[in-house]
């Protein structure tokens, strides 16, 4: 069992940055590829960026890839999401994942996930 908490969201105008966090509790962490979603008002939940077990690994969606980059401290069981020049169409509420699987952009493949937290980017 993996329980995440997903920190760091806020309100920013467009050109800022904001650091997402994505503390995890219970065991083996390293053993989970984790993944960053998030959803916009009135669509669906999409992929954003995923990493691998040991951080080798990385995977953005076209519209993040250059702004924004994950990582992940396997002794601070964390994983984060650094998200650089935001525009108003990034606003969403950000989850973050896990999955013992690879670290694919199917949120079908993810077996946990956060509560969410709220970004807004202001033009």
């Known amino acids: 069992q993996v329980e995440l908490v997903e920190t760091g969201g806020g309100l920013v105008q467009a050109g800022g940055s904001l650091r997402l966090s994505c503390a995890a509790s219970?065991?083996?962490?390293?053993?989970?590829?984790m993944g960053w979603f998030r959803q916009a008002p009135g669509k669906e939940r999409e992929f954003v960026a995923s990493i691998s077990w040991r951080g080798a690994n990385k995977y953005y969606s076209d519209s993040v890839k250059g702004r924004f980059t994950i990582s992940r401290d396997n002794g601070k069981k964390t994983v984060y999401l650094q998200m650089n020049n935001l525009k108003p169409e990034d606003t969403a509420v950000y989850y973050c994942?896990?999955?013992?699987?690879?670290?694919?952009?199917?949120?079908?493949?993810?077996?946990?996930w956060g509560q969410g937290t709220q970004v807004s980017v202001s033009s």
């Open positions: 219970g065991r083996a962490f390293s053993d989970y590829a």
């Open positions: 994942a896990a999955t013992k699987g690879p670290p694919r952009e199917y949120e079908t493949m993810y077996d946990y």
